[in-house]
């Protein structure tokens, strides 16, 4: 009885601490609760006028442990704690980090505005990766660093085995040095591939015949022949989507780069779990690959 007590009188404490907290915060910033008060979610608006949404969730020891949150972002934020901490805290942490990723997200919009991005519906403000085409069926698999996203970003050549590819990557590698920090993406790839990229309005439909042997990541029929990549060199897609509506397909090695990009992936042990980039349902891929 007293321990049932003592269980109640500390919920309606915590109750008490949470309702006070968002009150402080504003309810108007609120977009949603769990019942229990364990999970919320609020909205923020950055330096430019755009919203963002972030989600908190409360251990029941709150506040003399630390919440924690996630969010549509590259990367989260280190949330500095003490036990006199409180919600609005959290949120001015969380509202400086997102200015601090304007310059990501500024790099990003770039690419988009400037360059021939595949199927850019399916990024989000937390991906980092960008499918660029090159023109002749051959593609860019582009990683924009979100701490240094003016830096030299890595990048993955894909296409039919014929001499294109090879050349690609022989002028990045010899180019590279030339990148420059000040200059746009769309500048300094143009300087190190010695070529003139496709805009945004030169994107050619996929054949509908071709969709269900193209990665749905790298738009790819084949990985290239690298014997970095092992047993996945020249591999054709080996995942399917289970929802019967979507039925895309991927390179598992794209899936994995892909899921390592977003925030919201979490993994068990030697398995990557998330959403398929194009109907959110479950999708899982090992992280460990002995032949890769």
Known sequence: ??????????RSSFYAAVYSEIEEVGWESLVRSEEDLTALTFRISDKKGETHFVDISLPQTYPQYPPSISADVPYNCDLHWSKTSRLKDVLEQFSKHVDSLQEFWSTINHIDRTLCVIHPNISSRSAPIHQINLGNECHLLLSVNPYKPRSLPKCRFLGPDNGLVDLMIKKWKKNSHKWNNSKTISENFTTLLEITFPGPSNV?????DDKEIECGICYAQHLPVDDELKRHSGAQPDY????SNCNRVFHTICLKDWLRSITTTRRSFDILFG?????????AVKVNDNNH
């Open 240 to 243: 399917i989507c289970d929802n």
């Open 1 to 10: 009885m007293e321990r049932q007590s003592e269980k109640a009188r500390h």
């Open 204 to 208: 050619n439909a996929m054949e509908e």
């Open 275 to 283: 959403n398929c980039p194009y109907c959110s349902d479950p999708v």
